[in-house]
Structure formats: structure tokens, C-alpha cells
């Protein structure tokens, strides 16, 4: 069955330093990845999706991910974090029998001190 | 860009009740979708819709059940509301045809079932 794993449910880390989320998937067929962010009452923005052009795929807002076969991993990282990045943060895979509806991972909540 | 419109942010019913959540889109998409997100598990996928008067059911469709009578709108419903359905409820759309089609998300609706 497909699953994505997100691990660590909380991550802290200060202003300027570097961001790094994880994220592994089981899919038993090529994946298609995406990261979604949530930022407080608000619905999920997409930030990235991997579409097997390349591996190292570039997001908004200076986020980007990298796909590796070998791992099963997605993860996210941005070089500097900013205070607003502070948010809710979604892996998610294509269901393969729900046609283009996604599998989401728990979600990884990432703060951000100053 | 593409609006989800979800008419309620917040609803507060009770146990026994009929409750529908409504979702709106603008973008002439013909997959729509209904997720709960509750805290530690992420986004689950109730039902989906892949055009007008068609539903399938998701990954935790049981209480729910599904309306989609117009290509924009796809309606969520409870036919006895109880109180572990207390959740937020996002609807999202799509395109079909490509399985890296991201979703649209609408910004929620936060049901509380007393």
C-alpha cells in the first residue's frame, strides 16, 4: 500500500538556519511527490511538485526538494528560514486508485525563533 | 489562480443532525475532492468526484456521503452527525489527465459536532 512518512512532527529551528523536512515514501510504482504548506486557519499551498524532469526541484518562497530513488525520499530544505515560514508542512504521493487525489503524509509543523 | 470556496469556516452542530458542507470552484475542474485533517494524522480522503453526478469513495468514507449535481460544486454530507466527526474539512479540486496535476485547496471548514 502507498504511504508517506513524514519524520518528526515538530521541528524547531532560528531564524537563518537551515530548514530540512523529511519525508519518505512506498509507492509500487514511479511516485509523483508534492509539498503543501498550511499556514494558520488558512488551506494547504502547494509549494513544489516533482514531475520526474528533475531531481532537485525548486518551490516558492526558496524552498526545494530533492528526489532520490534510492532512499524513497523527498525532503524539503530551504537555505535561510524566515519567520514566516513558520507553518504546517505536507509530503504528499498520487493515491494510485483515486486518480489524481493525493496521499498525504501527518504533517511536520515548523517553528521558527528568532 | 484558481478560488475553493468553502462557504462556512466554522460550523457548530449536533449529534444526530444532517449537516452539508458546500464547495465552490471557479476553474471548470472535473476532479473534486473532500478530506477531513485531524492533528497527528494528516489529511485523509473522504470522497472524490470525477465529474458531475459521479462519486467514489475514498479512503474513510463511512458516515459520509457525497452531492454533485453542478461541475463547480461538490457537497459533503453527514447524515448523523456525531462526535467523532469533529474535524476540519477541506475541499480541493483538480485537473484530470496529467498525474502531476496538483490540487486546490479551499480554506477550510471547521466542524464542531456537540
Known amino acids: 500500500a502507498q504511504s508517506v512518512t513524514q519524520l518528526g512532527s515538530h521541528v524547531s529551528v532560528s531564524e537563518g538556519a537551515l530548514v530540512l523536512l523529511r519525508c519518505n515514501y512506498s509507492s509500487s510504482v514511479p511516485p509523483y511527490l508534492f509539498w503543501y504548506v498550511q499556514y494558520p486557519n488558512q488551506g494547504l499551498q502547494l509549494l513544489l511538485k516533482y514531475t520526474s524532469a528533475a531531481t532537485l526541484v525548486k518551490g516558492i518562497n526558496g524552498f526545494e526538494a530533492e528526489f532520490k530513488k534510492s532512499e524513497t525520499s523527498f525532503h524539503l530544505t530551504k537555505p535561510s528560514a524566515h519567520m514566516r515560514d513558520a507553518a504546517e508542512y505536507f509530503c504528499a504521493v498520487r493515491h494510485n486508485q483515486a486518480g489524481t487525489a493525493l496521499i498525504f503524509g501527518k504533517g511536520t509543523t515548523l517553528s521558527v525563533s528568532s | 489562480d484558481v478560488k475553493v470556496t468553502q462557504s462556512s469556516r466554522y460550523l457548530v452542530k449536533r449529534t444526530g443532525e444532517k449537516v452539508f458542507l458546500e464547495c465552490v470552484q471557479d476553474m471548470d475542474h472535473e476532479n473534486m475532492f473532500w478530506y477531513r485533517q485531524d492533528p497527528g494524522l494528516g489529511l485523509r480522503l473522504i470522497y472524490f468526484?470525477?465529474?458531475?453526478?459521479?462519486?467514489e469513495k475514498g479512503d474513510i468514507p463511512e458516515g459520509y456521503s457525497v452531492s454533485r449535481e453542478k461541475k463547480e460544486r461538490f457537497s459533503l454530507i453527514l447524515e448523523s452527525a456525531s462526535t467523532n466527526q469533529t474535524s476540519m474539512y477541506l475541499c480541493?479540486?483538480?485537473?484530470?489527465?496529467?498525474?502531476?496535476?496538483?490540487?486546490?485547496f479551499g480554506n477550510g471548514t471547521r466542524l464542531t459536532v456537540t
Open positions: 468526484s470525477y465529474d458531475v453526478k459521479m462519486k
Open positions: 480541493a479540486s483538480s485537473q484530470p489527465g496529467s498525474r502531476n496535476s496538483p490540487l486546490h
